[in-house]
């Protein structure tokens, strides 16, 4: 009997002891599993980042950052497409011939300026004094935009207008399309922005 008073008090200090040598070992692992991270510095300078787009419904846009620049990923309606080739004749510059591999890689040099047609990958500021356009999907007359208006983005700043590939309309303060960033396809569902296979 009086055995049973200690084995209970050892067995209590058995698990205290085990639980404090697993919290300590979650504790070293997470420092060292977030080495495996890029770090903010390597973000900055450029790192790629992974983005799963599976949620992005069509007609919605995803933000992400990559080296400090927001970067829009839009799953465009089949109607959102089809209307690319209607309005060529209104954009500036519609096959994205100005600054080539600048603004716009090879395998994004086509009329959806993008690698799949539904998705469309673009870092979100103008190409005129750096500020954010805004969405502005919807098409038809609205304010500061043209009755005509087929679905894209506005510049509040300087009223530069570009279409759903980021394509600039014509006569606008913005000299160039919006910038497509390196990006590849890690599978159906997986984006590598900042890296492509050419790079």
Known sequence: MSDTPMDSSKRTWLIASGCAGAIGGVATAIPFVSTFQPSERAKAAGAAVEVDISAIKPGEKLTVEWRGKPVWIVRRTPEQ?????????????????????????????????????????????????????????????????????????????HGSTFDMAGRVFKNKPAPDNLEVPPHMYLSDNKLLIGEDKSA
């Open 81 to 157: 497409v089809a209307e690319l080739s209607k309005i060529e004749n209104e954009l500036a510059d519609p096959n994205s011939e100005r600054k080539p591999g600048e603004i716009t890689p090879a395998y994004a040099k086509n009329q959806a300026r993008s690698i799949k047609p539904e998705i469309f990958v673009a870092v979100g500021i103008c190409t005129h004094l750096g500020c954010s356009p805004g969405d502005k999907f919807v098409t038809g007359p609205q304010p500061s935009l043209p009755d005509n208006w087929p679905g894209g983005f506005l510049c509040p700043c």
